[in-house]
Every structure is written in C-alpha cells, then in structure tokens.
C-alpha cells in the first residue's frame, strides 16, 4: 500500500524566511502528486499538483514543488513567505493506474509565520 | 468555494446513536471519497465511490457506512456511536478516479 512522509510536524519562520516542506510517498508504480493547505477552520484547498512532464510545478500563492523520481520526493518551497501563509500543509499521492485510486495523505505540517 | 457541499456543518450528538452526514459534489465529478480528520489520527480516507459503485476502503470501521446515489450525491452513516468518533469529517470529488479532488467544508460531528 501507498504511504506518505511529512518529516516536519511543525515549522516556525519568521516572514520572509524561504520555506520547504519535505514529502517523501513509497509506491513503486506511477503516481500523481499533490499539496494541499487548510487554513484554520477551514477545507483543505489544492495548492498545486504533478502529473507529468516538467518536474518543477508552480501553484497558487507563490508556492512551487519538486518531483524528484529517484528520491520518491515531492517537496514543497516557497522562497518568501508570509503571515497569511500560518496553516497545515497536506502532501497526497495517488496511484495513476489501478481500480482503486484513493488520495493517500501525510500527517501534515503545521507552519506558523511569525510577523 | 470548492463546489462540493456537506450538510451538516456541525452535528452534536450522544454516545450510541446514530447520524447521517451527505454531501454532493461537484457538478459533473463521478467520484466521492469520505476522510476523517481529528488530532490524533490525522486526515484518515474512509471510503471511495466511483459513479455509485465502492472503489475503495480505507480505515472505515464497521459501524460506518456508505453509498453513493444515481445522483451522485452520497451519504455516510455513523452507527452505535462512541466518543472516539468526534471528529471532522470532509467529503471530496473528482472527476475521475486519478484526478485532482475538491473538498467540502467539512461536518464536525461531537459526540458527548
């Protein structure tokens, strides 16, 4: 079965600091990478996703990741963040083949910007 | 707005009953998939459906139940309720199985 890592719990910048977040899936066949963000009290909204093609995506608000295959990594970076950017990011996987393609989640990080 | 809805958006409830959460997707995603997030456990998939069909199980307990209607909307029952099952529990959709899933705003069940 697919499992997803989020190494870091929790992480505390200051604003401007550059963030990145690590996400690290095993699974041995084809997959389809997101993150996604919860603002407190609020529903999980997708930040950006990877399906194929250019490894480097950009998503909204400024954030990018990087899928690097050989590392079965996904991590999330954003070179400035912001207060607004306080929430818990999610990293997903799921299978691109196969009946069943549930969105598997990691434990998620909790980021807090200090302003 | 995710284009996804959950009703309700709290359910206050006593141990041992029983609730029905529903929500409807997004217009024209065939796929639902029920999660559990509460503190110690994180965001937990239940269970998939696929244009009314069971695609998928996750950690759903048996007292847990679900089905997807010919509409496409779907409902997830909670039996014999204990405490343990307080928690938020968010539907998604897609349009396919493999695609990008958006998520409703959650119904946060209390059971006392």
């Known amino acids: 079965a697919q499992s997803v890592s989020q190494h870091n719990h929790h992480v505390i910048l200051s604003e401007a600091a550059s963030l990145e977040l690590g996400c690290n899936y095993s699974?041995?066949?084809?997959?389809?990478l997101f993150w996604y963000v919860q603002y407190p009290g609020q529903h999980l909204q997708l930040l950006l996703k990877?399906?194929?093609?250019?490894?480097l995506v950009k998503g909204i608000k400024g954030f990018e990741a990087e899928f690097i295959k050989s590392k079965f990594s996904f991590n999330l970076r954003k070179p400035s963040v912001q207060w607004s950017d306080t929430a818990e990011y999610f990293c997903?996987?799921?299978?691109?083949?196969?009946?069943?393609?549930?969105?598997?989640f990691g434990s998620g990080t909790q980021l807090t910007v200090l302003p | 707005d995710s284009g996804v809805t959950q009703t309700p958006k709290h359910l206050i409830t006593a141990t041992g009953q029983r609730v029905t959460l529903r929500c409807s997707p997004r217009?024209?995603?065939?796929?639902v998939y029920w999660y559990q997030q509460s503190l110690d456990q994180g965001l937990q998939f239940l269970i998939q459906?696929?244009?009314?069909?069971?695609?998928a199980k996750g950690n759903i307990l048996e007292r847990f139940s679900a089905q997807q209607f010919p509409d496409l909307h779907s409902e997830l029952n909670l039996s014999s309720l204990e405490l343990g099952d307080s928690a938020l529990y968010f539907c998604?959709?897609?349009?396919?199985?493999?695609?990008?899933?958006?998520f409703g705003q959650g119904t946060r069940l209390t059971v006392v």
């Open positions: 459906y696929y244009n009314g069909e069971e695609r």
């Open positions: 699974y041995g066949g084809t997959v389809n």
């Open positions: 997903a996987v799921n299978e691109r083949a196969g009946s069943a393609r549930q969105l598997t």
């Open positions: 990877y399906f194929s093609g250019d490894p």
């Open positions: 217009s024209g995603d065939l796929s």
């Open positions: 998604a959709s897609s349009v396919g199985s493999s695609t990008e899933a958006f």
